[in-house]
Protein backbone atom coordinates (compact mmCIF):
# COMPACT_ATOMS: atom_id res chain seq x y z
CA UNK A 1 0.00 0.00 0.00
CA UNK A 2 1.35 3.79 -1.30
CA UNK A 3 1.46 6.43 1.65
CA UNK A 4 2.07 9.90 1.70
CA UNK A 5 3.34 12.34 4.69
CA UNK A 6 3.48 15.95 5.60
CA UNK A 7 5.47 16.12 8.72
CA UNK A 8 4.81 19.68 9.16
CA UNK A 9 1.26 20.68 10.68
CA UNK A 10 1.53 24.31 9.79
CA UNK A 11 3.85 26.98 8.03
CA UNK A 12 3.78 30.85 8.16
CA UNK A 13 4.97 32.83 5.27
CA UNK A 14 5.06 36.81 4.59
CA UNK A 15 3.71 37.82 1.54
CA UNK A 16 5.89 38.33 -0.94
CA UNK A 17 8.26 35.45 -0.02
CA UNK A 18 9.09 31.83 -0.85
CA UNK A 19 7.82 29.14 0.88
CA UNK A 20 8.38 25.07 0.16
CA UNK A 21 6.09 22.64 1.60
CA UNK A 22 7.48 19.01 2.03
CA UNK A 23 6.04 15.47 0.96
CA UNK A 24 7.39 12.37 0.77
CA UNK A 25 5.76 9.14 -0.04
CA UNK A 26 6.50 5.25 0.07
CA UNK A 27 5.75 2.93 -3.07
CA UNK A 28 7.32 0.33 -4.40
CA UNK A 29 5.97 0.97 -7.72
CA UNK A 30 7.45 3.00 -10.90
CA UNK A 31 4.84 4.68 -12.71
CA UNK A 32 2.68 7.05 -10.95
CA UNK A 33 1.91 10.19 -10.83
CA UNK A 34 1.95 13.26 -7.94
CA UNK A 35 -0.32 15.87 -7.01
CA UNK A 36 -0.50 19.05 -4.79
CA UNK A 37 -3.70 19.94 -4.03
CA UNK A 38 -4.96 23.36 -2.40
CA UNK A 39 -7.92 23.41 -0.01
CA UNK A 40 -8.86 27.23 1.26
CA UNK A 41 -11.35 28.12 3.49
CA UNK A 42 -13.94 27.33 1.06
CA UNK A 43 -13.20 23.84 1.17
CA UNK A 44 -13.09 23.12 -2.11
CA UNK A 45 -10.31 21.25 -3.12
CA UNK A 46 -8.58 22.80 -6.05
CA UNK A 47 -5.90 21.32 -8.38
CA UNK A 48 -2.39 22.77 -7.73
CA UNK A 49 0.39 21.09 -10.09
CA UNK A 50 0.60 17.84 -10.98
CA UNK A 51 3.88 15.72 -11.56
CA UNK A 52 4.19 12.23 -13.90
CA UNK A 53 6.85 9.92 -11.96
CA UNK A 54 8.75 9.03 -15.77
CA UNK A 55 9.34 13.12 -16.01
CA UNK A 56 12.61 14.05 -14.34
CA UNK A 57 11.89 17.46 -15.56
CA UNK A 58 10.28 19.34 -12.34
CA UNK A 59 6.41 20.51 -12.90
CA UNK A 60 6.22 24.27 -12.78
CA UNK A 61 3.00 26.19 -13.23
CA UNK A 62 3.04 29.73 -12.51
CA UNK A 63 4.13 30.98 -9.25
CA UNK A 64 4.25 27.05 -8.53
CA UNK A 65 6.67 24.49 -8.64
CA UNK A 66 7.79 20.92 -7.99
CA UNK A 67 11.30 19.50 -6.73
CA UNK A 68 11.08 16.30 -7.62
CA UNK A 69 13.11 13.35 -6.25
CA UNK A 70 12.15 10.11 -7.37
CA UNK A 71 15.07 8.28 -5.49
CA UNK A 72 14.15 9.98 -1.64
CA UNK A 73 10.90 9.43 -3.00
CA UNK A 74 10.11 13.65 -1.89
CA UNK A 75 7.66 15.83 -3.85
CA UNK A 76 8.30 19.48 -2.27
CA UNK A 77 6.12 22.46 -3.51
CA UNK A 78 8.17 25.52 -3.73
CA UNK A 79 5.47 28.91 -3.42
CA UNK A 80 7.04 31.96 -4.92
CA UNK A 81 5.97 35.40 -4.34
CA UNK A 82 3.57 34.30 -1.68
CA UNK A 83 0.28 36.40 -1.98
CA UNK A 84 -2.89 36.27 0.64
CA UNK A 85 -4.84 34.26 -1.48
CA UNK A 86 -2.44 31.49 -1.05
CA UNK A 87 -3.27 30.81 2.55
CA UNK A 88 -5.08 27.33 2.87
CA UNK A 89 -4.61 23.80 3.74
CA UNK A 90 -2.10 22.04 0.58
CA UNK A 91 -2.44 18.44 0.07
CA UNK A 92 0.04 16.43 -1.11
CA UNK A 93 -1.56 13.21 -3.00
CA UNK A 94 -0.14 10.52 -4.89
CA UNK A 95 -2.03 8.13 -7.36
CA UNK A 96 -1.07 4.74 -8.76
CA UNK A 97 -1.77 4.40 -12.57
CA UNK A 98 -3.82 0.62 -13.19
CA UNK A 99 -6.03 -0.99 -11.68
CA UNK A 100 -5.72 0.36 -8.16
CA UNK A 101 -6.82 3.75 -9.61
CA UNK A 102 -7.49 6.23 -6.31
CA UNK A 103 -5.93 9.36 -4.79
CA UNK A 104 -4.04 8.70 -1.71
CA UNK A 105 -3.38 12.00 0.46
CA UNK A 106 -1.18 13.27 3.23
CA UNK A 107 -3.00 15.01 6.28
CA UNK A 108 -1.97 18.17 4.92
CA UNK A 109 -0.55 21.76 5.83
CA UNK A 110 -1.75 24.89 6.99
CA UNK A 111 -0.16 27.68 5.23
CA UNK A 112 -0.94 31.36 6.35
CA UNK A 113 0.37 34.14 4.43
CA UNK A 114 1.06 36.84 6.79
CA UNK A 115 0.52 40.71 5.19
CA UNK B 1 -17.76 23.57 -19.49
CA UNK B 2 -18.79 23.19 -15.67
CA UNK B 3 -17.52 21.93 -13.15
CA UNK B 4 -18.01 18.57 -10.99
CA UNK B 5 -21.29 19.66 -8.98
CA UNK B 6 -22.18 18.33 -6.10
CA UNK B 7 -25.38 18.86 -4.08
CA UNK B 8 -26.99 19.69 -1.67
CA UNK B 9 -24.20 21.54 -0.14
CA UNK B 10 -24.90 20.63 3.04
CA UNK B 11 -27.25 18.24 4.67
CA UNK B 12 -28.39 18.04 8.18
CA UNK B 13 -29.82 14.42 8.97
CA UNK B 14 -31.02 12.75 12.22
CA UNK B 15 -29.68 9.78 13.78
CA UNK B 16 -31.03 6.92 11.94
CA UNK B 17 -32.46 8.95 8.03
CA UNK B 18 -31.14 8.03 4.95
CA UNK B 19 -28.73 10.53 3.07
CA UNK B 20 -28.17 10.84 -0.59
CA UNK B 21 -25.08 12.76 -1.92
CA UNK B 22 -25.19 13.86 -5.48
CA UNK B 23 -22.65 14.19 -8.16
CA UNK B 24 -22.38 15.29 -11.69
CA UNK B 25 -19.14 15.05 -13.26
CA UNK B 26 -17.82 17.11 -15.51
CA UNK B 27 -18.66 17.02 -18.95
CA UNK B 28 -16.65 14.26 -20.91
CA UNK B 29 -15.69 12.66 -18.04
CA UNK B 30 -16.68 9.15 -17.15
CA UNK B 31 -14.93 8.29 -13.74
CA UNK B 32 -15.92 9.40 -10.31
CA UNK B 33 -14.95 8.83 -7.34
CA UNK B 34 -16.09 9.40 -3.55
CA UNK B 35 -13.66 11.13 -1.03
CA UNK B 36 -14.63 11.40 2.53
CA UNK B 37 -12.43 14.42 4.86
CA UNK B 38 -12.93 14.23 8.18
CA UNK B 39 -12.30 17.18 10.38
CA UNK B 40 -8.37 18.41 10.54
CA UNK B 41 -7.86 15.41 8.15
CA UNK B 42 -6.83 14.78 4.81
CA UNK B 43 -9.67 12.93 2.18
CA UNK B 44 -9.92 9.07 2.27
CA UNK B 45 -10.51 7.21 -0.31
CA UNK B 46 -14.37 5.65 -0.61
CA UNK B 47 -15.31 4.33 -3.79
CA UNK B 48 -14.49 4.40 -7.94
CA UNK B 49 -16.99 3.87 -10.56
CA UNK B 50 -17.26 4.46 -14.39
CA UNK B 51 -20.73 4.27 -16.08
CA UNK B 52 -23.03 1.51 -14.72
CA UNK B 53 -19.93 -0.04 -12.65
CA UNK B 54 -18.20 0.08 -9.67
CA UNK B 55 -14.27 -0.54 -9.99
CA UNK B 56 -13.24 -0.44 -6.54
CA UNK B 57 -15.14 -0.06 -3.58
CA UNK B 58 -11.96 -0.73 -0.89
CA UNK B 59 -12.98 2.30 0.89
CA UNK B 60 -16.47 1.44 1.81
CA UNK B 61 -17.62 0.62 5.04
CA UNK B 62 -18.86 -2.89 4.65
CA UNK B 63 -22.82 -2.06 5.96
CA UNK B 64 -25.29 1.04 5.17
CA UNK B 65 -22.97 2.72 2.70
CA UNK B 66 -23.70 2.14 -1.37
CA UNK B 67 -22.82 4.35 -4.22
CA UNK B 68 -23.90 4.17 -7.68
CA UNK B 69 -22.86 5.73 -11.22
CA UNK B 70 -25.93 5.39 -13.61
CA UNK B 71 -26.15 5.26 -17.47
CA UNK B 72 -28.20 8.21 -17.42
CA UNK B 73 -28.13 11.22 -14.06
CA UNK B 74 -25.69 11.66 -11.42
CA UNK B 75 -23.50 9.89 -9.51
CA UNK B 76 -25.33 8.96 -5.86
CA UNK B 77 -23.46 8.16 -2.18
CA UNK B 78 -26.24 6.93 -0.42
CA UNK B 79 -26.04 6.32 3.60
CA UNK B 80 -28.50 4.55 5.54
CA UNK B 81 -29.24 4.53 8.87
CA UNK B 82 -27.09 7.75 9.48
CA UNK B 83 -24.92 7.91 12.59
CA UNK B 84 -22.97 10.70 14.42
CA UNK B 85 -19.46 9.32 12.71
CA UNK B 86 -20.72 9.53 9.59
CA UNK B 87 -20.87 13.69 9.99
CA UNK B 88 -18.05 14.51 7.50
CA UNK B 89 -17.56 16.72 4.34
CA UNK B 90 -17.90 14.09 1.14
CA UNK B 91 -16.07 15.12 -1.80
CA UNK B 92 -16.44 13.52 -5.58
CA UNK B 93 -13.85 13.97 -8.03
CA UNK B 94 -14.29 12.95 -11.84
CA UNK B 95 -11.76 12.11 -14.46
CA UNK B 96 -11.93 12.06 -17.96
CA UNK B 97 -9.86 8.25 -17.89
CA UNK B 98 -8.35 8.72 -20.88
CA UNK B 99 -4.89 7.67 -20.85
CA UNK B 100 -2.16 9.35 -19.70
CA UNK B 101 -5.18 11.88 -18.41
CA UNK B 102 -5.73 10.70 -15.41
CA UNK B 103 -6.15 13.81 -12.90
CA UNK B 104 -8.79 14.50 -10.52
CA UNK B 105 -11.13 17.69 -10.54
CA UNK B 106 -13.15 18.14 -7.18
CA UNK B 107 -16.56 19.24 -6.76
CA UNK B 108 -17.53 21.78 -3.66
CA UNK B 109 -18.16 18.61 -1.47
CA UNK B 110 -21.23 18.27 0.44
CA UNK B 111 -21.20 18.83 3.89
CA UNK B 112 -23.13 16.40 6.30
CA UNK B 113 -24.01 16.81 9.56
CA UNK B 114 -26.06 14.09 11.62
CA UNK B 115 -28.01 15.31 14.46
Known amino acids: AQTVTQSQPEMSVQEAETVTLSCTYDTSESNYYLFWYKQPPSRQMILVIRQEAYKQQNATENRFSVNFQKAAKSFSLKISDSQLGDTAMYFCAFFLTGANSKLTFGKGITLSVRP | NAGVMQNPRHLVRRRGQEARLRCSPM?????VYWYRQLPEEGLKFMVYLQKENIIDESGMPKERFSAEFPKEGPSILRIQQVVRGDSAAYFC?????????????FGPGTRLTVL
Open chain 2, 93 to 105: ASSPGLAGDNTQY
Open chain 2, 27 to 31: KGHSH
